[in-house]
């Protein structure tokens, strides 16, 4: 164990580290194959007892690379549609694509930043978001906000996690990361749980939109069937 921690604390502190990350932060903005948050998380919680990689390096790091990969989802959104690859004609791709079309159209900043926290549900908005001919700056923005928080809340639960084991740091990784992937799984519900209450919220608004149209037509219809050249009674 001794000489595992050895080698996890001498390779946080190696300089090709940081540029290793960066492409790893930004294949998963718009592939999602790679655990960006896991990465994140358990590095923190290594610098908290070794001291390396440096936590500020490593959140401008993760900061650039997860942008990057946002900005060329949605690029590559705007190029090449949502049908191109085969794993975006799979069913639940597709059902996320679709989601994604939806929660644009009604409340496109409030989706932009809560996506950050969904790993699958990120890559569906910045892909539709570009297909859709989203506003590119405003995305752009948006992202930047999402990723500064997303950023800061990986780091604080690395440091968090890793507090609870002092002497051991892969323990301490090891606890960091498993404590994101419960906290990820129950803000990951959360969020799909609120998107889906508001979709609730507009159906409801829809139907009574409807029903409200509906009685004024019927209302306009029954005026127009009386004979108003004829006095009443």
């Not at 940081?18 to 998380?41: H, K, M, N, Q, R």
């Not at 059902?95 to 890559?123: C, H, N, S």
């Not at 084991?165 to 969020?191: E, T």
């Amino acid at each position: 164990m001794e000489f595992l921690n050895q080698m996890l604390e001498h390779a946080a502190g190696q300089p090709w580290i940081y540029p290793v990350l960066l492409v790893f932060f930004f294949i998963d903005g718009f592939a999602t194959i790679l655990p960006s948050e896991t990465a994140i998380v358990g590095l923190s919680a290594l610098s908290l007892h070794s001291g390396q990689p440096n936590l500020w390096i490593l959140g401008t790091t993760a900061l650039i690379g997860a942008m990057a990969g946002d900005n060329m989802a949605y690029l590559l959104g705007r190029k090449i549609g949502l049908t191109r690859w085969k794993w975006m004609r799979r069913p639940k791709v597709q059902k996320m694509f679709a989601w994604a079309q939806y929660e644009l159209d009604k409340r496109g900043a409030v989706l932009i930043f809560t996506a950050r926290y969904i790993p699958w549900g990120r890559v569906a908005v910045n892909y539709v978001a570009g297909q859709t001919g989203f506003r590119h700056r405003t995305f752009f923005w948006l992202d930047a906000f999402a990723c500064v928080t997303w950023v800061g809340y990986s780091i604080g639960i690395g440091l968090l996690a890793g507090q609870w084991v002092h002497h051991n740091p892969l323990l301490g990784v090891g606890i960091a990361v498993a404590f994101a992937v419960v906290l990820g799984i129950i803000v990951d519900h959360a969020l799909r749980w609120w998107h889906k209450y508001l979709e609730r919220k507009d159906l409801a608004r829809e139907v009574a939109a409807t029903a409200e149209e509906l009685k004024v037509e019927a209302a306009e219809k029954a005026i127009a069937g009386v004979d108003r050249s004829k006095p009443a009674g």
